[in-house]
């Protein structure tokens, strides 16, 4: 079965400071990659989502992400984050042109001013 | 305009109990899932409709679970017996048309608290 891997549990910065969240997926096939967030108090929303081409994505609020083929990974990225990035970041995968949507477990990001 | 919307927002029900979960998509979208997120986890898929049949169930844990979308718009989770391992939160998603890159949209999902 797939498996989708977010090494980092909780990550805390200073604003400014960079980000980078691992991302990992099991599956050898044709993926589609997402990556959703959750504000506090808010419901889940897309970040930003590859699918093909160019393997270096660029999502909402300055964020993106790099498709990596050979090393199943999607990780996230931002150069300098904001006190307002503070939320929960899930990652997902599903196979290519089927439906449901497998979740790593969440990454909290505590961004202080 | 107008996101999915679930209600009820909370449900507190005791063991054995019988509850609905209400999903109302955005309008248009063809593709409705149903997702289950406890404490501390990522949300798990349960059951995906494609208008009003059920394309892929695989995700429901057992046979007291059941999801129906009769006119391929609003659909309803049922959980039968409830049991305290059936707390989390019941998130509800919709998309255009299920194909694969499609974006799903999340409603706020219910939170259901078995006593």
């Known amino acids: 079965a797939q498996s989708v891997s977010q090494h980092n549990h909780h990550v805390i910065l200073s604003e400014a400071a960079s980000l980078e969240l691992g991302c990992n997926y099991s599956y050898g096939g044709t993926v589609n990659l997402f990556w959703y967030v959750q504000y506090p108090g808010q419901h889940l929303q897309l970040l930003l989502k590859y699918f093909s081409g160019d393997p270096l994505v660029k999502g909402i609020k300055g964020f993106e992400a790099e498709f990596i083929k050979s090393k199943f990974s999607f990780n996230l990225r931002k150069p300098s984050v904001q006190w307002s990035d503070t939320a929960e970041y899930f990652c997902a995968v599903n196979e290519y042109n089927t439906d449901k949507l497998i979740f790593g477990t969440g990454t909290r990001l505590q961004v202080f001013p | 305009g107008a996101g999915v919307s679930q209600t009820p927002s909370n449900k507190v029900t005791e063991k054995g109990k019988y509850v609905e979960l209400r999903c109302d998509p955005i309008s248009g979208h063809t593709a409705l899932y149903w997702y289950r997120q406890s404490l501390g986890q990522g949300p798990e898929f349960l059951i995906y409709?494609?208008?009003?049949?059920?394309?892929?169930d695989s995700g429901l844990p057992n046979d007291r679970f059941f999801a129906v979308r009769p006119e391929g718009s609003v659909s309803t989770l049922k959980i039968q017996r409830t049991e305290r391992g059936d707390s989390a939160v019941y998130l509800c998603?919709?998309?255009?048309?299920?194909?694969?890159?499609?974006?799903?949209?999340f409603g706020p999902g219910t939170r259901l608290t078995v006593l």
């Open positions: 998603a919709s998309s255009p048309t299920g194909e694969g890159a499609d974006t799903q949209y």
């Open positions: 409709f494609q208008g009003t049949g059920a394309a892929d």
